[in-house]
Nanobody, 133 residues
Framework: QLQLVESGGGLVQPGGSLRLSCGAS????????IGWFRQAPGKEREGVSC????????NHAAPAKGRFTIHRNNAQRTVSLQMNGLEPEDTGVYYC??????????????????????????WGRGTQVTVSS
């Protein structure tokens, strides 16, 4: 069983930055794709960014493009989400999730990692991000 724990959330002013981290433990062997999702108050959860095991395939949802950066360190079993230029609309609970993917050498050409939450198997409990002045 894979366990995921998010950290790094908090209160930040508009225009500020936060760096979220997702730590993995338990049965970490495998080619896990890691996704970041968020849920704003009164809204459905949505995909933000994802990265494959090899770190060479990244996908960002439109609101994250140009502002968020995702990075993974497999040796440390962590995936980070650097968020810059935060806006009040970015407020919500941020979750990381994992799903087994193809081996690094078998990743299909032109395939992006998924931002569909239904495809992910393992979930953390989330970390709150609040963007407010």
């Amino acid at each position: 069983q894979l366990q995921l724990v998010e950290s790094g959330g908090g209160l930040v002013q508009p225009g500020g930055s936060l760096r979220l981290s997702c730590g993995a433990s338990g049965s970490t062997s495998g080619y896990y794709v890691i996704g970041w999702f968020r849920q704003a108050p009164g809204k459905e959860r949505e995909g933000v960014s994802c990265i494959n095991h090899g770190g060479n395939v990244i996908n960002h949802a439109a609101p994250a493009k140009g502002r968020f950066t995702i990075h993974r360190n497999n040796a440390q079993r962590t995936v980070s989400l650097q968020m810059n230029g935060l806006e009040p609309e970015d407020t919500g609970v941020y979750y990381c999730a994992a799903v087994q993917g193809p081996a690094d050498d078998d990743w299909p050409e032109f395939r992006l990692c998924s931002l569909n939450e239904e495809e992910y198997e393992y979930w953390g409990r989330g970390t709150q991000v609040t963007v407010s002045s």
